[in-house]
């Protein structure tokens, strides 16, 4: 099994629907982060989570918003989806213990809003 | 301004050729760079880690190479094989007590034809 996993794998929804993607860890690291990738603009940070109380902004993080249920589990919600928000997102987690900080990715999950 | 840029943005060589990938990069100070592989429709992994004091570091047929008075830093693939086709990104850490923010580059998409 996958020590970060994203569901669902694909998705297609709707304009103006509310949608989650969920993402969960066996890995035990403290921090979590969401991500969107596009064509030609690499990994942009949606949010960012270093532990269960601390949620921060990334520098995309309008039309999004995410919960971070526990320790393991890390959630993105588009609370109403824009065709602009077609991309594929990627959860990762890091350990905030030692040095290298080293970011773990989950599969991804290919998001279109038709 | 993106603070990590790649080069070239994508490259074609035949199976058994060589070939350097190169970042530059204006995030200053920083913690550490990584290279990072990305498989088509897969999460980023991990191929090599340079701190500040590392000039050079091997991964079997990966060999990167950092010069922090120039801020640059290069990925060689030694006798390329169809598994190097991906997207190979660098990411730069800033350190801790700025955040220890993970700054990505654009990505250079390798195709290795046979």
């Known amino acids: 099994d996958a020590d970060v996993t994203q569901t669902p794998r694909n998705r297609i929804t709707k304009t103006g629907k509310r949608i989650m993607l969920e993402c969960s860890q066996t890995?035990?690291?403290?921090?979590m982060y969401w991500y969107r990738q596009d064509p030609g603009l690499g990994l942009r940070l949606i949010y960012y989570?270093?532990?269960?109380?601390?949620?921060n902004k990334g520098e995309i993080s309008d039309g999004y918003s995410v919960s971070r249920q526990a320790q393991a589990k890390f959630s993105l919600s588009l609370e109403s989806a824009i065709p602009n928000q077609t991309a594929l997102y990627f959860c990762?987690?890091?350990?905030?213990?030692?040095?290298?900080?080293?970011?773990?990715f989950g599969q991804g999950t290919r998001l279109t809003v038709v | 301004k993106n603070q990590v840029e790649q080069s070239p943005q994508s490259l074609i060589i035949l199976e058994g050729k060589n070939c350097t990938l190169q970042?530059?990069?204006?995030?200053?100070?920083?913690?550490?760079l990584r290279w990072y592989k990305q498989d088509t429709g897969r999460g980023p992994v991990s191929l090599t880690i340079?701190?500040?004091?590392?000039n050079t570091k091997s991964n079997g047929r990966y060999t990167a190479t950092l010069d922090a008075d120039t801020k640059q830093s290069s990925l060689h693939i030694t006798a390329s094989q169809l598994s190097d086709s991906a997207s190979y990104i660098c990411?730069?850490?800033?350190?801790?007590?700025?955040?220890?923010?993970?700054?990505f580059g654009q990505g250079t998409e390798l195709s290795v034809k046979p």
């Open positions: 990762a987690t890091s350990d905030s213990r030692g040095d290298s900080f080293e970011a773990f």
């Open positions: 890995k035990g690291h403290d921090r």
């Open positions: 989570s270093f532990d269960v109380k601390d949620i």
């Open positions: 970042c530059n990069y204006t995030v200053s100070p920083f913690s550490n």
């Open positions: 340079m701190t500040f004091s590392e």
């Open positions: 990411v730069v850490r800033s350190p801790s007590r700025q955040g220890g923010k993970l700054i």
